[in-house]
T-cell receptor
Framework: DAGITQSPRHKVTETGTPVTLRCHQTENHRYMYWYRQDPGHGLRLIHYSYGVKDTDKGEVSDGYSVSRSKTEDFLLTLESATSSQTSVYFC???????????FGSGTRLTVV | AQRVTQPEKLLSVFKGAPVELKCNYSYSGSPELFWYVQYSRQRLQLLLRHISRESIKGFTADLNKGETSFHLKKPFAQEEDSAMYYCALRAAGNKLTFGGGTRVLVKP
């Protein structure tokens, strides 16, 4: 067990609906991240958190919001899902980025 | 702004042949470079970091600041090396920037 879980693992949703993805960690790491993985683009940072209630935008944050009300949970919300947000979403955690990240198993989201 | 480029989307090699995955970066400061691997249907895993100068699963990577590269090499590829590989750069702060990834296929 890598100490980080994502839910749900798969989701199909309709265009225009809100969607929330959850990342839960048991490592008490300070930093948490949401990336999306798309062919040809690799992983792109959506949002990240450096502490409870402390978040900041990444390079592809439009259409997404996040919340971190406690250390262990980092939520990603698609406010109104669009087909361009069909992707695999990965959460990652670290105590210090010099040691690298630990990744979750990913959430495959399809927007129809 | 920092950028990571992996020019090859797909590398196909035969078992026992050498394999080299290219990674080039742009960053004006002192970078920290990483390689991650993603086996089929699994999560991304850290393969190695340049600061630890380690060899994992037979893979090595050397940071070349003059050429701004961090290529990943293995002298004898194995079928279990078939996976997606990502190069990543830590510039400032605690964020990693990833390249587009290279899929490696090792044929028997």
């Amino acid at each position: 067990d890598a100490g980080i879980t994502q839910s749900p693992r798969h989701k199909v949703t309709e265009t225009g609906t809100p969607v929330t993805l959850r990342c839960h960690q048991t490592e008490n790491h300070r930093y948490m991240y949401w990336y999306r993985q798309d062919p040809g683009h690799g992983l792109r940072l959506i949002h990240y958190s450096y502490g409870v209630k402390d978040t900041d935008k990444g390079e592809v944050s439009d259409g997404y919001s996040v919340s971190r009300s406690k250390t262990e949970d980092f939520l990603l919300t698609l406010e109104s899902a669009t087909s361009s947000q069909t992707s695999v979403y990965f959460c990652a955690i670290t105590m210090e980025a010099a040691y690298g990240y630990t990744f979750g198993s990913g959430t495959r989201l399809t927007v129809v | 702004a920092q950028r990571v480029t992996q020019p090859e989307k797909l590398l196909s090699v035969f078992k026992g042949a050498p394999v080299e995955l290219k990674c080039n970066y742009s960053y004006s400061g002192s970078p920290e470079l990483f390689w991650y691997v993603q086996y089929s249907r699994q999560r991304l895993q850290l393969l190695l970091r340049h600061i630890s100068r380690e060899s994992i699963k037979g893979f090595t990577a050397d940071l070349n600041k003059g050429e701004t590269s961090f290529h990943l090499k293995k002298p004898f590829a194995q079928e279990e090396d078939s996976a997606m590989y990502y190069c990543a750069l830590r510039a400032a702060g605690n964020k990693l920037t990833f390249g587009g990834g290279t899929r490696v296929l090792v044929k028997p």
